[in-house]
Structure formats: C-alpha cells, structure tokens
C-alpha cells in the first residue's frame, strides 16, 4: 500500500491567519481525500481532490476557507484560511491505491493536529 | 452508502477475547465491510475486510451472517496496545472512487 508524508504533524495558530499542510505519497494516485476529525469525534470528509481538476467538496466546506492544491499524482495541500478556534482539530490526507480496476486498499496520513488561538 | 450502528465505547481486560458488532441494516448487494483501526495522533489503518460469512486474519476475525445486515469483529486475546477507536464502514470500496465514510466508531479500552 502506498505511504504518506504528511506535514506538518501539528501546529499553533493564530486566529485570522493561514496554514497549509501538504501531503506527499511515495506512488502515484488518481484520488487523494482529505479529512477533519475534531476532538473526541469521528473524521469528517473535506473534498475529494483529483489531479488536474477542481477539488470536490462536500457540504460544509468550501474552497474559499479549505483551498486545495493538486498539482501532480503524488501531492497534494489543503490550505486553512482565515483561522478561528473553530477549526482546532486534526486534519488528514487519504489516498486509495491500486492498479487498474483492482483496489489495494485506503492508506491514511498520520494527521495535522492544528490548535488556533 | 448504507448507515452503520455500532457500541460508542467498550471495556476489556488484557487477554480476553472482545468482540464489537456493527449494524448495517441498509447494506447494498455490491457492499464490503471493512474494519478500521484508529490509535491516538494517527490516522485509521485497515484491520479486515469481508462479504460474507467468516474473514480471519492474523489481527482479527469477521463474522457476517447471511443476511448482512451485520457484522462482527472479533480480536483474540487483546492486549493494552489494542486500545484504540474501531471503525466498521460499508460500502462498494472495489473501484476506488470513492471516500471512506466514517461512523461514530468504537472506542475499546483494554485494562491491564
């Protein structure tokens, strides 16, 4: 199964500024997902990011808080803009490998946890 | 993809045998379901994946009965590290399309 890099692996924020956090994948994928889980609860999907196309994503979130860069097959960023104490939680990159029509299997990064203040 | 209902929380004692039941009463006939583990300050990684009946791995057992509208899994003889959040997902995961969607999750503490 692939493996990821995620980075930063946490951060403290001030309120009002962004941070970005990138996500580099040993192999190439098509599809990279990423994730907020907040404190205690369960992870929550982002956007769905292909290469060469616009992130998709889900309701809730928009590209103007949570821009997304996908600039080739192995990387990927989330951006999150214009901090406030609400988006302290852990944020996380998702890639699913495989070759052809055959699925390996979801790997995950290790996480961003993100603290604003 | 199909809703699943499992335990918020569950204790365990070193050694015993723990076993956490998922319920997916909605599950399509081109779903899997899969079992994810989730250690603090890390993101899930794949436990087992099944269809039907019974999956055995070298981490855990699944159990599924005919109608799959259920799942249980199963950990042998857990120790502390087992501790950990266990999610159960449902869903057409062989083309990859798609994201995984997360439940509540499970949250086992294993007690020396």
Sequence with gaps: SAVI???PSRDICQRGTSLT????VDSQVTMMFWYRQQPG?????IATANQGSEATYESGFVIDKFPISRPNLTFSTLTVSNMSPE???????SVVSGQGTKVYGYTFGSGTRLTVV | ??????PISMDSYEGQEVNITCSHNNIATNDYITWYQQFPSQGPRFIIQGYKTKVTNEVASL????????STLSLPRVSLSDTAVYYCLVGDMGTGRRALTFGSGTRLQVQP
């Excluded at chain 2, 993809?1 to 499992?6: F, I, M, R, S, V």
């Design chain 1, 5 to 7: 890099s995620q980075k």
């Design chain 1, 21 to 24: 956090i990138q996500c580099q």
């Design chain 1, 41 to 45: 609860q369960s992870l929550t999907l």
């Design chain 1, 87 to 93: 988006d302290s939680s852990i944020y996380l990159c």
């Design chain 2, 1 to 6: 993809l199909a809703k699943t209902t499992q």
């Design chain 2, 63 to 70: 159990f599924i009965p005919a109608d799959r509208k259920s």
